[in-house]
């Protein structure tokens, strides 16, 4: 399940979420005010790999890959 960022138009509060796709945008809740006037916001994702061909810092595998 991919993370959302959401921000409340009520109080401001901007938060994170983990939720199906198919429901991205739908039953919000500000868990701040309790209001439904909530928008998913645009942010940055991670992804593994560097362009500069170094470590990435990134991913879930320990360091030196799985036993």
């Known amino acids: 399940m991919p ?5 409340c138009q009520e109080c ?3 938060y994170e979420q983990l ?10 809740q500000c868990p701040g005010c309790g209001s ?4 998913r916001q645009v942010s ?7 362009s500069s ?3 990435s810092g990134g991913g879930c595998a320990p360091r030196g890959g799985f036993s």
């Open 53 to 55: 061909g170094g470590p």
């Open 19 to 28: 939720r199906r796709m198919s429901d991205a945008d739908t039953n919000l």
């Open 44 to 50: 940055a994702c991670a992804i593994a790999g560097s």
């Open 12 to 14: 401001g509060k901007l």
């Open 3 to 7: 993370m959302y960022e959401y921000r």
């Open 36 to 39: 439904q006037k909530v928008q």
